[in-house]
């Protein structure tokens, strides 16, 4: 204990501004709580995320922005010590604030586009891991892709093997910071290392003042190289029709590919050879495959003309592998699948194949319509 | 009869017609089926396999899966596969069960056997995955971007495009054993072609529903790049695979002791209900899963002194110890766990002084470890006493109880590593008193025991007395 009643009263004084600021941060989580807990609560559970696909779209998120961060800070940091910037090259990496915890805060990240194209990703990666292996006839003989290294056409094989890299790759699951790519197609790439070099550059310039100029403009070129170095044509989308296409397979050739990669749990393939076959985008029909209900599945499925023996195995080899599907529902309309006429069935979806900016913005003017009636309904 | 029984098939058939009646089934179904209420003509009464025969009749293709079903007091584990029969007259399903075996009762994965698995691919430069014809399907990122390495050419060649395996150090080759056993196998030495980099390879098979062979998952681990370099003979597998073993401690420590410490964390928030009111049972898991976290924790730290104290010429300064003190703070630190358990501690006397030397943090770890050993196996409203004498040169720390003692033949053996006074007993790593002893040696001194079956157990701890500090 002091005898020293200055000193006390000092340490006392600062307890008490501390003591204060601490409260209003408190009142301001408080609110922060509340504000949660009412979007939380007003969430239908219909469109509510399950536990696994929130933790897994967060760590991918981490994981990506991880990755970014990680590229500019050492690309820009080499630059600032060219630059005789030693000091702000070292309080570029130092600073402790992950960008992914900034971004998240600042509100960026509530991108539908990015997210949209995450967790069709995270939903992939969790029905490929379910689907059930199958052993081959012949244990001696090479599963499908491996096989396909050796095809006559060398587009095919190139591919082949450019799809198991880039499966490889998704599915090694780096920890962050790790993964020098993002895998995102280019434009949501650009946005993504953009963002993290403003994040960047907001957590130095709160660590110290002084002229950031230089570190802007070494981020700037820290963020254009990592974007001129992104090759989108890599990505494990791209690859995937790149091989679907180089195969062009007649039908029957399809229905035995679909099977067969489908045994081999390679679900990218069987999204990319079903999306080769109907001329839409892989990302349109990895929506359709992954939509538990299955109604577009079975109409592309029939649209290929693909028999009631395919048809059955790919919806039963889904059902088993994601839960939120029923077999038994699924088994009630096999049938009427099968009797639908296939050239119906191409009419059907035909609309997909529409430009996907238009089809966005007839959705988004449809939604905006439908949530403004009940208001509407009532002051009239 | 138990259906566990191994003398009985493990293959069942049976055969149901096109509205998913059973026309004829094997004795073990239909003793199944019978018991849940089932006949034959009806159909099948046990709910998981009547679904599946519903499903191949409706869509008319194989449906093969994992069921569960409940049999009595038990949960057997069967493969199902229900074929539609190849002749459309008939219309009916072919039925197989395979498997036939009760439900484990769930076990921490380190006594399932695929613990190990786990540990090396935490360790692991990169993890692989093969087809059943043994091509490269899935390299690991690393292993695809490496400045000196990339993997990705050898994906879908066969995986010796990758690896030149090699003999191992009992001149086998353990891929070879583990291919036609379809078991896993461990410690494949193997030199990555493009690098000359040693490694060690280890798999688990992947199996398909009906346990088919479909290739497997497996870890490559770098083994030591200094051994190395240095010898280029074949000896070279054994001494890398001593620096493989040296670094597990420190790798357990980084791989486990984090998310250890933040699930010790977590269980305790939910164990006290900070987050407001839970049911308490839920409560009560919580606790569980502290004390098992801890438990683990303490397995690592176990297995880092273990490191530690084996490094060659390890050794530790001396310096003046109250053994005394020791045993006092010793009985303090377990006097709480020991009240739990109902055990009374009697401790030297506050004015008691044993001078000796060593080093107090290792003594106290020795004594706690004596100490905790007693506590937990002491009877209800047992005692312990400890004791700090002079026997001659040493100063001696004696810990007695009032447990089931330890017989004669086993006394050597607890002093070895992974062995636990009754091995029956859950709980503790198995590595406390070799640990003891081993840093009590370092110490110039020993730890010994003295006991007879139904007796008591009576450790003897000693460190050089220190006649310096006579004065």
Redesign the interface.
Known sequence: MSDDGRNTDMGANQGVRLLLARATAAETRAADRLYGAIADVAIDDAVRMDDRTRLRLRAVLAQLAGGVETALRSHAARLLILRDEAGLAARLTDSPTPVFARLNASGLLRDPALIGELLARVREDAVADALAIVAPDDPDRPSLLPRLLHHANPLVGASAAALMTAESRRHSHAPVGTSPSSDLPAELHHHLVWWSAAALRMAVADNGDGALWALDSALAEAATHAIAAYVEEDRLEAVAMRLASALDPDADARTRLLVEALSDRRLSLVIALLAQGLGLEYTDMREIVLDPGGERLWLALRALDLDRATIARIGLALAEADPQRDVDAFADVLDVIVATDCTVARQALAPLRLHREYRAALRAVERGVRLSLPSGAMSG | MSLDDPELPTTVRATLDSAGRLVAADPRLLALNARAGGMIGAPLAVPALARTV??AL????P???TVIVAEGGEDLDLWVRAEPMADPERGGVDLLLVGWKARDVWQPAVLRGNYHHRFRHSAAQW?WET???L???????????SPDFDG??C???PLTRLFALAEDDVRAFPILSGLALRQPFDRQPATVRQTGQMVLLSARP?????G????FAGAACRTDAANRANTNLPSLVSSDLDAFTSNIAERLDRTLRMPLDRIIATAETIQAQADGPLRQDYADYAADIVNAGRHLVGLVDDLVDLQTIELPGFTILPQPVDLAEIARRAAGLLRMRASTARVQIDAPAFEHVLPTTGNARRALQIVVNLVANAVRYSPLDGMIWVRAEREGAVGAIIVGDQGKGIALADQARIFNKFERVDPREAGGSGLGLYIARRLARAMGGDVTVDSAPGQGARFVFTLPFDARDMT
């Open positions: 519903r499903h409706r869509l008319r293709v449906v093969s899966r993890v087809d059943s014809a091509s490269l399907t899935r390299l690991s990122e690393r292993a695809t971007v990705t050419a994906l879908g060649h992947l199996t398909d529903k009906h088919a062979f479909c290739g």
